[in-house]
Structures are given as structure tokens and as C-alpha cells.
């Protein structure tokens, strides 16, 4: 069996964080996974409590427990073990939205675990800051 016949089993990627639409979903549904884990559930519920939905508050405290949560999967597919390792893993998974649904809906899913909804105002409230004349 030569060098070129080796079995698809997941390959490590080629160079550090770049890993194929394939492989982004593996990883993808990695992190999801870890986020229903019971320790992480319960560190994610204490900061969401301890946010008490002000957005401030959940940078402070919900942003980080997320980011540890996703770097303690991601290190092991080449992504750096920091804030910018999940930067890049973010963007990665941001570059396939577009041609993968499944892609889109993981991570969909994913940034709910974290992100608040967003709502916005209620149509015509106020100008948002431009000036009109």
C-alpha cells in the first residue's frame, strides 16, 4: 500500500486552522457538543446569571466562559489555544455559511448558545443617530 492509498480517516489539516467544509462541520459539531456537556452547561448558566441580560455584562462574563469552551475543542484541530484561535475558527466557519446550509445552521445554533437575540427598535424610532433635514 503506498503513501497515496492511506485510508480517509479525518486528516489533520494541512497547515494550522484550515480544515476543509467537511472537517469544519466535524469541529463545528464538536464545540456544539461541548456546550451541552454538564460542566459547560453550568458554567454557561452561572455567567448568564451572573450577566443578568445587560449586554455589558455578558461580554464580561458569558464571552469568556465561550471562548474556553470553544478553544478546549478547537486546539486540537491547529487552532491556537487564545482568543485569536477562535477568531480564526469564526471566520473559517463564517467563510462556508454561504455554500454549506448545514454549516449555516450549526452555527447558527452555536452563536445562540452564547449571543443574545438581537431585536431590533420598532420601525421609525428615532433615527438612529443621522442627521435629517
Known amino acids: 500500500m503506498s503513501s497515496l492509498q492511506r485510508p480517509m480517516a479525518a486528516p489533520a489539516p494541512a497547515a494550522p486552522g484550515s480544515l476543509s467544509a467537511e472537517q469544519a462541520k466535524v469541529v463545528l459539531a464538536e464545540v456544539i ?7 459547560n452547561a ?7 446569571d451572573n450577566a443578568c441580560n445587560d449586554m ?3 461580554l464580561q462574563f458569558l464571552l469568556p466562559v465561550a471562548t474556553q469552551v470553544q478553544q478546549d475543542v478547537i486546539k486540537a484541530y491547529g487552532f491556537s489555544n487564545d482568543g485569536e484561535g477562535v477568531l480564526k475558527f469564526a471566520r473559517l466557519i463564517k467563510s462556508y455559511e454561504s455554500q454549506d446550509p448545514e454549516i449555516a445552521n450549526m452555527s447558527g445554533k452555536l452563536k445562540a448558545m452564547f449571543l443574545p437575540p438581537m431585536t431590533l427598535p420598532p420601525h421609525g424610532a428615532g433615527t438612529g443617530g443621522v442627521a435629517t433635514s
Do not use: I, L, T, V
Request: aromatic share 6%; no cysteine.
Open 33 to 39: 457538543k461541548a456546550f451541552g456537556s454538564p460542566e
Open 42 to 48: 453550568q458554567r454557561m448558566e452561572e455567567a448568564r
Open 56 to 58: 455589558g455584562k455578558m
